[in-house]
């Protein structure tokens, strides 16, 4: 079975342009973001996979088959994904928040406390970088972590100035490169990558919003196929009735003739 990944991102891209109303100057943006969701989604159904967790309910058994046969199991992906895997083994600022960015957190984080104010950098560095049994991902978090307070303290008017606090606050500690802002990843919070996290925010909740419609539609075809299915039930038993009621009158006319034949 071919599988063409570009017409199933078209086909994403005509949902989300009818769903959000979006314009074709912003295809550009919209098509990047879902190309990312798009490897995310498969990055996760891998992992199940490697996992042996199982098909989810939400794969159809035939696409999930061709996952396995025809790209999980090619000898030139599982090469790609070791080369990956080491790769990713070398970065010097691993986080705890898988194939999510650390900026795409921090907006989340910022959404949650439903705050026009960032998340502090002490906030962002625990939430990436500090596992859930309490310890770091990288030797040298709780390092950082206290030359994040200390630097907090000593330049806490300057950092709250900054257009974005956090970001001037991890610059004091780890240092600033070109388009780079250190501690937050390889995307700095600039306004325009507000915009297209803004925007990618939307495509989610759209997303979102057509799974739990599809769901519903679902549940609705249910109902109506068993309504249909008792209504089908209910005029099988009504012709019944009617035909056994037809039955008793004829039987009933027979008798009357037979009563009238022997009074004469």
């Known amino acids: ?3 063409d990944i570009d017409d199933d991102l078209t086909i994403m891209w005509k949902h989300m342009e009818d769903a959000l109303c ?3 100057e912003d295809k550009e943006r919209a098509m990047k973001q879902l190309q990312k969701q798009y490897r995310n989604r498969h990055h996760h159904l891998y992992q199940t996979y490697i996992q042996n967790k199982g098909r989810p309910n939400d794969v159809h058994p035939q696409d999930w088959n061709w996952l396995i046969n025809n790209k999980w199991n090619d000898s030139k992906f599982k090469e790609r994904s070791l080369k990956n895997k080491v790769s990713r083994s070398k970065q010097e600022m691993k986080s705890v928040i898988g194939t999510k960015s650390i900026v795409q957190k921090t907006f989340g ?3 949650e406390s ?5 998340p502090s950098a002490l906030e962002v ?3 990436t970088r500090m596992k859930s049994n309490g310890n770091w991902c990288i030797p040298n978090g709780e390092e950082i972590m206290d030359n994040l307070k200390i630097v907090g303290e000593v330049y806490e008017e300057e950092i709250s100035k900054a257009p974005v606090p956090l970001v001037k606050h991890f610059s004091f500690v780890l240092g600033t ?4 802002s250190q501690g937050m990843g390889t995307i700095s919070i600039t306004k325009k990558n507000i915009e297209r996290q803004i925007i990618q ?12 419609l599809e769901l519903e539609v679902q549940k609705l075809n249910s109902i109506i196929q068993n309504q249909e299915e008792t209504n089908a039930q209910l005029h099988n038993e009504l012709q019944s009735q009617r035909q056994l009621i037809e039955d008793q009158e004829l039987v009933l006319r027979t008798q009357r003739d037979q009563m009238k034949k022997i009074l004469k």
């Open 1 to 3: 079975m071919e599988r």
């Open 22 to 24: 979006l314009k074709e």
């Open 109 to 111: 984080m910022k959404e």
């Open 114 to 118: 439903k705050s026009e104010e960032w």
């Open 125 to 127: 560095w625990k939430a």
């Open 177 to 180: 490169t070109p388009n780079h």
């Open 201 to 212: 925010n939307e495509l989610e909740n759209a997303q979102k919003i057509a799974s739990d």
